[in-house]
Nanobody, 122 residues
Framework: QVQLVESGGGLVQAGGSLRLSCAAS????????MGWSRQAPGKQRELVAA???????NYADSVKGRFTISRDNVVNTVYLQMNSLKPEDTAVYYC????????????????WGKGTLVTVSE
């Protein structure tokens, strides 16, 4: 069993910054890509950012230039640095780990965290 735990969400004013963290735990052998998605009230869930095991990142147009995704493969943790936050960034942010291979089950499985709420005020 693999577990992803997000942290760092909270309330911040527009223009402010916030850093989200997501740590994957378990008998992990490898993880392919890791990423962040979000779902705002009344909106569909959207992919915000993703990063490969090699460090190549991809972002949604709505956050380009403001958000930065990074990861630490030694501790199986992915981060999302969010700058110049806007009220429309308000959402529950979910962490994802793609194709996670454990030492006791050599098949890649996708895992999701439970989410962390980010609220951006005026």
């Amino acid at each position: 069993q693999v577990q992803l735990v997000e942290s760092g969400g909270g309330l911040v004013q527009a223009g402010g910054s916030l850093r989200l963290s997501c740590a994957a735990s378990g008998r992990i052998f490898s993880i392919n890509a890791m990423g962040w998605s979000r779902q705002a009230p009344g909106k569909q869930r959207e992919l915000v950012a993703a990063i490969t095991s090699g460090g190549s990142a991809n972002y949604a147009d709505s956050v380009k230039g403001r958000f930065t995704i990074s990861r630490d493969n030694v501790v199986n943790t992915v981060y999302l640095q969010m700058n110049s936050l806007k009220p429309e960034d308000t959402a529950v942010y979910y962490c994802n780990a793609d194709r996670v291979v454990t030492t006791d089950f050599p098949v890649g499985i996708n895992y999701w965290g439970k989410g962390t709420l980010v609220t951006v005020s005026e």
